[in-house]
């Protein structure tokens, strides 16, 4: 089945924390109308909450829509369900609170905080952890995640590291949330419930690694938008 024109679903992606719309090349192959949310600069300690309000503003998509992110840009992706009423909200390799992130990660916030944004920014960049903690990747992706790192403002990068570890979740939403997670994400495991789809092998870029297995749980829950 073939969908054409305003028959499209809408779909409008968040990318994750020092990503952007090359993030989603493999997501193009999806039977649906994409838009990718450029990110703002956020004010100076602004919460998602606050963040999500006003990044909420800048989506161009008419309704009904999905919104769907990765990582970080899945709780972005909460924040926002609350303004905009979207048909669902979808997570890959993301989660609903803080409290699914590594307890040493929570616990270094404050460490976060007092190191410089250029030097966090050169530690994702070089240190040989930082890449290997994002699961298996070909050196075409490797490469695109530095490129993605490079581009992305420092401060950028700081703030949403640090408002990650201390994001209480969205309570109260009024949509579905499905979730698709890697079994082998290290940077923010999978959930022993609460995930609709677990991808075997798969660490914490799966719409990269297994691009197959995310645009297939995505189409699911988009196809009934097409009439």
Not at 27 to 36: F, K, M, N
Not at 68 to 97: F, K, T
């Amino acid at each position: 089945m073939t969908t054409q024109g305003s028959d499209l679903p809408r779909l409008v992606l968040f990318a994750g924390l020092g990503a952007d719309e090359r993030l989603f090349a493999r997501q193009r192959r999806l039977r649906a109308s994409i838009e990718v949310v450029k990110w703002i600069d956020p004010h100076p300690r602004e919460s998602f909450a606050d963040y999500g309000r006003r990044i909420a503003q800048t989506i161009r998509s008419p309704r009904p829509f999905y919104v769907a992110g990765v990582s970080l840009g899945g709780m972005i992706a909460l924040e926002v369900a609350r303004y905009v009423d979207p048909v669902a909200v979808i997570l890959i390799a993301s989660c609903r609170s803080c409290a699914a992130l590594p307890r040493w990660g929570r616990a270094g916030r404050f460490i976060v905080r007092a190191v410089p944004a250029s030097l966090q920014k050169w530690a994702n960049l070089h240190m040989p952890g930082a890449l290997r903690a994002l699961g298996a990747c070909e050196p075409d992706e490797r490469a695109l995640i530095r490129q993605m790192i490079r581009d992305t403002p420092a401060g950028f990068l700081k703030w949403g590291l640090h408002e990650a570890l201390r994001w209480p979740g969205v309570d109260g939403l009024k949509v579905p949330v499905y979730h698709i997670h890697g079994d082998r994400d290290r940077t923010i495991p999978c959930p022993a419930s609460g995930v609709d789809c677990v991808v075997p092998g798969g660490g914490h870029l799966i719409n990269l690694t297994h691009a197959d297995h995310v645009n297939r749980f995505v189409q699911r829950q988009i196809l009934p938008a097409v009439s």
